[in-house]
């Protein structure tokens, strides 16, 4: 009697397939074809859409004052007594808004909430494209409990790949040595399959997003 061995099935049966797979009704996929849904909403809107439905606030601005009130208004809400921030720009902004701001050394574990800026927004998925480049350094995306971005329209994208063609347009050969993508406040179900906000980083992601031309 001869009895055939396991691999010699395996590859019997992949015979089989390979010569019935016309027969199978399947339809060849299209590898040319863009694997993402069309974006159906303008770019603001989808970004606000996208990380809005992961717990995240996005505050769609017509000037740079606007953004600076509803910022204030927020701070006002939340009972925060000041913001801690280390982009020169972005700190000279609120100073002139009349906001507190701290960026002593001693002030950085008792922080409130922490301003910074971005690289690019992502409106498919609501993320935030940041680098090593940026003027507030690495603790700052993760060590906030409230992480507060400053964005303007130019820097929306529709896909995570444009964000990092973009990124290698503005950077050339000198690519930051750090890129990623926040996607919403920080969260983990690792325990008990409970949801947990904050686990890894900010349990707040607030997007102030300048729509001026």
């Known amino acids: ?68 009130q509803a910022l204030k208004e927020l701070c006002q809400e939340k009972k925060w007594s000041s913001l801690y921030c280390l982009d020169a720009t972005l700190k000279t902004k609120l100073l002139s808004s009349g906001m507190q701001i701290k960026d002593a050394a001693d002030d950085f574990k008792s922080m409130e909430a922490g301003v910074t800026g971005c690289e690019f927004l992502v409106a498919h998925t609501g993320s935030v494209l940041i680098s090593s480049h940026g003027n507030s350094g690495r603790r700052m995306n993760v060590f906030p409990p409230n992480h507060i971005i400053f964005a303007k329209k130019h820097q929306l994208v529709d896909y995570l790949e444009s964000a990092f063609d973009a990124i290698y347009q503005k950077y050339g050969s000198n690519i930051p040595s750090l890129i990623s993508a926040i996607t919403g406040p920080s969260r983990t179900a690792d325990i008990e399959k409970t949801l947990v906000m904050g686990a890894h980083g900010p349990e707040g992601l607030f997007v102030f997003l300048d729509l001026e031309e």
């Open 1 to 68: 009697m001869n009895t055939m061995s396991s691999k010699e099935i395996i590859l019997n049966k992949i015979r089989e397939a390979l010569q019935n797979k016309d027969k199978s009704g399947m339809v060849e996929p299209d590898l040319s074809a863009s694997v993402y849904q069309p974006l159906l909403l303008p770019l603001e809107l989808q970004f606000q859409k996208s990380l809005e439905a992961i717990k995240g606030k996005v505050f769609l601005c017509k000037s740079e004052n606007e953004v600076l």
